[in-house]
């Protein structure tokens, strides 16, 4: 009687076990993935140089107001930050924090920007960037 209940307790820990392996990951972009063309980095560029703005003051290799778009990348890499975070006031700054005062007006505008558009401007800084 004692080995059957210990079978049956095993059987539910390996079965359990394996459910949790098997959830499916979230996607998420690879930061320093390699450059490509989809239709999701042509909106992330419409969006980084149009409407968001982002362009008047982040340049891709140079400092101009704000930081660089490769150096924030490289930065959000080394120390695995979270763009979309970020823009959404969740996540506090890590590249210049000394300067959050004047990235912290875009974020009015930014509330109006959906998740998937946020997400291709992640994905444009970061694929524009890579080596
Ligand atoms: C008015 C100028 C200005 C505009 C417009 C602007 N930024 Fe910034 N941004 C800055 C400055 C200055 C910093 C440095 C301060 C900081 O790190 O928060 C910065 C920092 C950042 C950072 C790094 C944050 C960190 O962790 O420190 C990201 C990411 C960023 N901007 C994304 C964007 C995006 C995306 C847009 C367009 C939607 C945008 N910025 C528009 C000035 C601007």
Same mark, same amino acid.
């Given at each position: 009687?004692?080995?059957?209940?210990?079978?049956?307790?095993? $059987?539910?820990? $390996?079965?359990? &076990?394996?459910? &949790?392996?098997?959830?499916?990951?979230?996607?998420k972009i690879v930061i320093g993935s390699k450059k490509k &063309?989809?239709?999701?980095?042509?909106?992330?560029?419409?969006?980084? *140089?149009?409407?968001?703005?982002?362009?008047?003051?982040?340049?891709?290799?140079?400092?101009?107001?704000?930081? &660089?778009?490769?150096? !924030?990348?490289? !930065?959000?890499? /080394?120390?695995?930050?979270? $763009? !979309?975070?970020?823009?959404?006031?969740?996540?506090?700054? $890590?590249?210049?924090?000394?300067?959050?005062?004047?990235?912290?007006?875009?974020?009015?505008?930014?509330? *109006?920007?959906?998740?998937?558009?946020?997400?291709?401007?992640?994905?444009?800084?970061? /694929?524009?960037?890579? *080596?």
């Open positions: 009687m004692k080995n059957i209940f210990l079978i049956l307790l095993s $059987i539910t820990f $390996i079965a359990t &076990s394996c459910q &949790s392996e098997k959830k499916p990951e979230k996607e &063309s989809s239709p999701e980095f042509d909106l992330g560029k419409e969006l980084f *140089k149009g409407k968001g703005n982002c362009y008047s003051c982040h340049r891709m290799d140079k400092k101009s107001i704000g930081p &660089s778009v490769t150096e !924030i990348m490289k !930065i959000y890499k /080394e120390k695995n930050g979270d $763009i !979309i975070g970020f823009l959404r006031q969740k996540k506090d700054p $890590i590249v210049d924090p000394d300067n959050y005062a004047v990235m912290k007006t875009n974020f009015a505008r930014l509330e *109006k920007f959906t998740n998937e558009e946020l997400k291709a401007i992640e994905l444009y800084m970061n /694929e524009a960037t890579a *080596k």
